[in-house]
């Protein structure tokens, strides 16, 4: 079974700086996706940034990154001029790239980000 | 577009009685997911639906969790009856077809198990 991993339960950032969210999974399959989802207090759940295995390149999206190690299985998640809005738990999550079946999202317990005004 | 639609938001109920959430996906969206989550952590999945039938409900706790999405579109998931640990929030996703597609999240109903 795939399992996901966040080692930082708190993390915290000055506004404008930027902080690296980390993220280890464990798997066997070679073919799956990536995830990154913000789930700010009280409110619902938004993708923040998708990686497919299969591509090397490391996704972006505006002031979000990613740095994919596949081989490390290690999924980072780097946020660069931190905004007040930005402060949110952040979940890593893993789903299969099995057709046909569950496509269920297996996730970290997540990080706590706080931003500094 | 409107989102995932979820009620009650939030719920308090003694152990041992019964309680049911309801759920309504994005217009067109065949696949709904219901996920636990408890305090401190990520959301685990009970069950995914692909129209109206169970693609995966391995982690439903089948002895007091029931669900049901019979036309396809809405979906109820009812706890029967409810355990101390059962305090969590449930959220429901939906997506379109099965693929890299995102899952689009409700904005979850809080229950408290007294």
């Known amino acids: 079974a795939q399992t996901v991993t966040q080692s930082q339960p708190e993390m915290s950032v000055q506004e404008a700086e930027t902080v690296t969210l980390s993220c280890t999974y464990d798997?066997?399959?070679?073919?799956?996706?990536l995830f990154w989802y913000k789930q700010p207090p009280s409110r619902q759940m938004i993708l923040v940034i998708r990686q497919e295995a299969y591509k090397q390149q490391n996704a972006t999206e505006n002031r979000f990154s990613v740095n994919f190690q596949k081989a490390a299985k290690s999924f980072s998640l780097k946020i660069s001029d931190s905004q007040l809005g930005d402060a949110a738990m952040y979940f890593c999550?893993?789903?299969?790239?099995?057709?046909?079946?569950?496509?269920?999202?297996?996730f970290g317990k997540g990080t706590k980000l706080t931003v500094n005004p | 577009e409107a989102g995932v639609a979820q009620s009650p938001r939030y719920k308090i109920i003694e152990k041992r009685q019964s309680v049911a959430f309801w759920c309504n996906p994005i217009s067109g969206h065949a696949t709904l997911y219901w996920y636990q989550q408890i305090l401190g952590q990520g959301p685990k999945l009970l069950i995914q639906f692909q129209n109206n039938g169970v693609v995966d409900d391995s982690q439903l706790p089948k002895d007091r969790f029931s669900a049901e999405r019979l036309k396809g579109v809405d979906s109820t998931l009812k706890i029967q009856p409810a355990k101390l640990e059962d305090s969590a929030v449930y959220l429901c996703?939906?997506?379109?077809?099965?693929?890299?597609?995102?899952?689009?999240f409700g904005p979850g109903t809080r229950l408290t198990v007294l």
């Open positions: 996703a939906s997506n379109t077809i099965q693929g890299v597609n995102e899952q689009f």
């Open positions: 999550a893993y789903r299969s790239e099995y057709w046909g079946g569950s496509e269920k999202l297996v």
């Open positions: 798997t066997s399959e070679s073919d799956y996706y």
